[in-house]
């Protein structure tokens, strides 16, 4: 049986000229953890620890991913976001860290205006990380997810399992014509979603990772207009909305006043785009101040 040192070499051998090696670094940590249930820090202080060949063959066939540009995400099944642990597929987008802060951003309102048993719905959720996380920080939340895609439901719900608490789920399409008869919840009091957002020149410029294993359905709109689930949305939440309720999107970086304008031609006020961490423009948020029935 192999010794935990010699894997961990094997791992950093196969690697090198692939990847940087604070990021080989950063795989054989989560390989240690997640196959062998071992912290880097006990493969250093016991070298000599036996490895059973069964594990030493799944860290090969990780490795044989990774070496594919395979996202480790996918290769552990598991993402973690605003201190959660996902269930990922590629039927679902990896949860990205600037998501957290759009997360970060309902919760923050919502707690501040003390919105008593909030009524949240998520477009478009894949994982379910927006949902669930809004649930798991908010209890008298109720918490709706809808999506186009059965497979992403499925994760959502296995995930709204793994992470105990209740979302209600709804497969259906966002831009269909038929949208008030598939989906007749109303009197949100939030929607948020994260829709495709990117366009066909930045797609150019996007790493293998990314192009060749997640969802381009969950990444590209449809005939690159970067803004058509904008409009859709907006429309949607303009009388499913309460008044004084609120609509959140992660948006693309390029497009602050496009999707803002948006928000403004469908009556949403106080529309305030913002920054996040890398200082990329990132979300926006408008409210339902008026009570005009939408057109
Ligand atoms: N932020 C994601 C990326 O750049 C895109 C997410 C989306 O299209 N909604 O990969």
């Known amino acids: 049986m192999p010794p935990i040192a010699h894997i961990v070499s ?4 196969e690697l090198t000229g692939y990847y940087p090696s604070n990021e080989i670094d950063s795989f054989i940590r989560i390989l240690l953890e997640h196959f062998l249930q071992i912290s880097t820090i006990t493969a250093y202080l016991e070298p000599d620890k036996e490895i059973n060949i069964q594990d030493e063959a799944r860290i090969k066939t990780a490795v044989a991913g990774l070496k594919k540009y395979c996202p480790v995400q996918y290769i552990t ?7 959660l642990v996902f269930k990922v597929t590629p039927d679902v987008l990896i949860p990205r860290p600037e998501t957290e802060e759009l997360v970060h951003w309902v919760i923050h309102d919502i707690i501040s205006n003390k919105t008593e048993n909030p009524k949240i719905l998520d477009i478009g959720c894949g994982s379910g990380c927006i949902a669930i996380s809004l649930a798991a920080n908010i209890p008298d939340a109720e918490v709706w997810a809808v999506d186009i895609s059965k497979p992403a439901l499925e994760i959502t719900e296995e995930n709204v399992k793994i992470n105990r608490v209740c979302v209600h789920t709804v497969q259906a399409d966002i831009l269909s014509e038929n949208i008030d008869v598939l989906f007749p919840e109303t009197g949100f009091d939030v929607i948020v979603s994260n829709p495709p957002y990117v366009t066909l020149p930045e797609k150019q410029d996007m790493s293998a990772n990314v192009l060749n294993y997640e969802p381009h359905r969950a990444l590209f709109p449809l005939g690159d207009d970067p803004l058509v689930f904008y409009d859709r949305i907006a429309a949607f939440g303009a009388h499913r909305i309460k008044e004084n309720g609120t609509i959140y999107f992660e948006i693309n970086e390029h497009f602050p006043e496009e999707t803002g304008n948006i928000l403004t031609k469908h009556h949403y006020s106080d529309v305030n785009a913002r920054k996040d961490i ?7 948020r408008g409210s339902r101040m008026d009570i005009h029935p939408a057109s």
Do not use: C
Request: no cysteine.
């Open 10 to 13: 094997g791992i950093k051998d």
């Open 77 to 83: 099944s598991e993402a973690f976001f605003y201190g």
């Open 278 to 284: 890398r200082n990329r423009w990132r979300m926006i």
